[in-house]
């Protein structure tokens, strides 16, 4: 058994809703928008700075963790918000992204794959990706998924389709802790019947939440629009829908427009390690020796272009 995340609608617009979430930790509030920090911590943050800006989710990846420093490091010092000192909620995704971006050997089972950092051979099945993740001990884990690139032949799609169908049965008869939310995984590429079937198949499993995988891998934004309003449609209202991978302001406005609550993007923090803000009147590069007044005034520690720090 798992712990269900209750979606309360405190406010909506056609089908954009804005809510709060219950967990067994407590509430987070919806459109919510997850910082990446892929290894247990946002790369030159503390968890005060997540405090400071506002973050209630801070995810983590479950493919680099359970490689370094370890699942079992991590269950020794009480689970991914104990080893970052975060006290907020923490989700894990299943590590299939990053699995699938090195061409494993894919069956019914699950994956077989080399590690990134020194070549070791591992083995990923839906068992084993909810085992990883309940030491791991995130508030929410994601279902281990098959996750196509785009553009792939319908046949690619479908098969992608019916293993992540299979694999989320299995994820779901799995999943021991009654204190930790499973998510299942919608897939279907840019194809709208899939993106349905898919949906419908999903929800038929009475999972805590929901993500719609296998966008923002290189389509257009026109593309991905009608795929996800076509796996929302079939999801739950009293659940949150998470879109995987999608962090670009433009992107998230559209999204939440159709109904999504949910979402994770490294972009963000990316730019901001690179000297890069997000305005309201667009990108701002901080390096740039024309913001170098700006820059020390704030007190940000940046190199300038043609400048010495």
Known sequence: MSAPVELRVDASDGAARAGTATTTRGTYRT???????????????SAADYERIGAEIVLGNTYHLMLRP???TIERFGGLGAF?????HTLTDSGGYQVFSLQPKVDDDGVTFRSTYDGSVHRFTPEIAVAVQEQLGADIQMVLDVCPPLPSAPEVIRLAVERTSR????????HRR???SLFGIVQGGLDESL???????TASLGFDGFGIGGLSVGETRAEMLPALAAALAELPLDRPRYLMGVGD????????????DQFDCVLPTRLGRHGTALTSTGK?????AAHALLVLTLGISVSFDGYKE
């Open 31 to 45: 459109p919510c928008f997850m910082p990446v920090g892929t290894r247990g911590a946002i790369k030159y943050l």
């Open 70 to 72: 370890g699942a079992d």
């Open 84 to 88: 970052a000192g975060w006290s907020g």
């Open 167 to 174: 694999w989320a049965e299995r994820a779901r008869a799995a």
């Open 178 to 180: 009654p204190d930790q």
């Open 195 to 201: 993106r349905r079937a898919s949906a419908r198949h």
């Open 249 to 260: 302001p433009a992107s998230l406005v559209e999204a939440v427009g159709l109904g999504a």
């Open 284 to 288: 701002m590069h901080l390096k740039n």
